[in-house]
């Protein structure tokens, strides 16, 4: 069957058509078209996504979108293109949801085809299967349960345990900030543009490849973690050079809670305490890129050691013989690096391919296709499908 999908949850508007196959069982897919657009560089101005924007933006794309989605397909001249239509109805803007459920509400009316209603997290666990182009399937007969998902993105940290695929239970999430939230809110103290995590990573990197260089496997971090921030100096008062140490929130809690707002404000008052990047005199301050890259590799530091530790915490005490890492923040160097590092050879390891990522329309069809298979293909009714903003795993 075919499915045409659609994504509005935030400030990227996307749409595919999915050839699938073989049901919940042994599900594989095809994809026909997928296009997506952006609005960061819309929302950049304003330090994050602006609701209104967003909106008017996934109302002017949707059409435009969707003629060259079925075009693509070579469904263009069909009366009724598809066999059923799947679009994310929460969590998200409710505004951008609106969007996306009223566009695909009209067509679903039009062709009188089912609309199957997504949970976006959901397309987020999926999307680790997923190809942004060509053929793939998803293998679930393998001895994979239980699974462990770490979902991390802009508006999202939370740990699921997958029992079974379809049954989700939070088992921690952030009670504050999302790690990608962080991010972004750190990179603005910085001076650098939204969104932050690819800057903040990109900084982090090169300053990690010089300590790295320099110090050869010394730990730049020497004080103790989960203490207050401190900026240290050399002894030469000229020529400070700034040992940045933040701390782990929540790292040793007893719970797989998280909380980024803490590390947020550490960053602040390390700023605060540095000085400006310029003086009243003109004169070069302290915050100049060099401390601003060490800030970057700190802060980074911290929260994916946060993230690493309590995923294995709770790969360990749920016995998990699957970790899933989704979300945008996925495609984070360092966490991709310290998971595996961290991980047994025995476990099976999955993050998604970089264009699935961020979020898209893929992985709401193949949630909707799976959801549509287990419900042995019943359907909700049009007038019970409503966008919900702060939808949560049930
Ligand atoms: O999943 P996503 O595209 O949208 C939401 O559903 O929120 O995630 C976007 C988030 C942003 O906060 C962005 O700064 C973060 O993912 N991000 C990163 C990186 N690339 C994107 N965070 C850390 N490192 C990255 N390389
Ligand atoms: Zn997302």
């Given at each position: 069957m075919k499915i045409l999908s659609i994504e509005t949850s935030c400030d990227d508007t996307a749409i595919s058509i999915l050839e699938c196959?073989?049901?919940?069982?042994k599900p594989s897919f095809q994809v026909l078209a997928n296009f997506s657009n952006s609005q960061i560089k819309i929302h950049a101005p304003h330090g994050g996504v602006y609701p209104m924007l967003a909106k008017r933006e996934h109302i002017k794309n949707l059409p435009i979108l969707f003629k060259k989605t079925l075009e693509k397909a070579k469904l263009d001249k069909k009366e009724k293109p598809v066999d059923a239509i799947a679009v994310t109805y929460g969590p998200g803007l409710e505004i951008a949801l609106w969007t996306g459920i009223t566009f695909a509400k009209g067509l679903a009316k039009k062709w009188n085809v089912p609309l199957v209603p997504v949970n976006h997290m959901e397309g987020h666990i999926f999307s680790v299967f997923g190809k942004h182009k060509g053929k793939f399937k998803i293998n679930?007969?393998?001895?994979?349960?239980p699974m462990l998902a770490l979902l991390v993105s802009g508006g999202h940290t939370e740990l699921i345990l997958i029992k079974d695929f379809a049954k989700y239970k939070i088992i921690g999430e952030t009670l504050d900030d999302a790690a990608g939230e962080a991010y972004d809110k750190v990179a603005r103290m910085l001076g650098l543009p939204y969104p932050g995590g690819p800057k903040i990573s990109k900084l982090a990197e090169e300053e990690r490849a010089k300590e790295k260089q320099s110090l050869r496997g010394v730990s730049q971090a020497d004080g103790p973690r989960g203490s207050a921030p401190r900026v240290r100096g050399d002894s030469d008062p000229e020529k400070i050079s700034f040992s940045v140490v933040l701390p782990r929130p929540m790292i040793y809690s007893k719970n797989f809670n998280f909380s980024f707002s803490g590390l947020k404000t550490a960053v602040l008052y390390l700023i605060k305490k540095i000085g400006p990047p310029r003086l009243a005199s003109g004169e070069a301050g302290k915050l100049n890129e060099e401390t601003k890259s060490k800030i970057a590799l700190e802060f980074e530091n911290a929260v994916i050691d946060v993230l690493v530790y309590k995923t294995m915490k709770a790969k360990e005490k749920y016995k998990a013989k699957t970790i899933i890492v989704a979300g945008g923040v996925a495609c984070n160097k360092h966490l991709k690096r310290q998971i595996k590092k961290a991980t047994d050879k025995d476990i099976k390891l999955f993050f998604p391919e970089k264009e699935l990522t961020t979020d898209n329309s893929i992985m709401i069809g193949m949630a909707g296709y799976l959801q549509f298979s287990k419900n042995n293909k019943k359907s909700s009714k049009l007038s019970d499908i409503k966008a919900e903003g702060n939808l949560r795993f049930r």
């Open positions: 196959k073989g049901g919940f069982k679930l007969s393998r001895n994979m349960s």
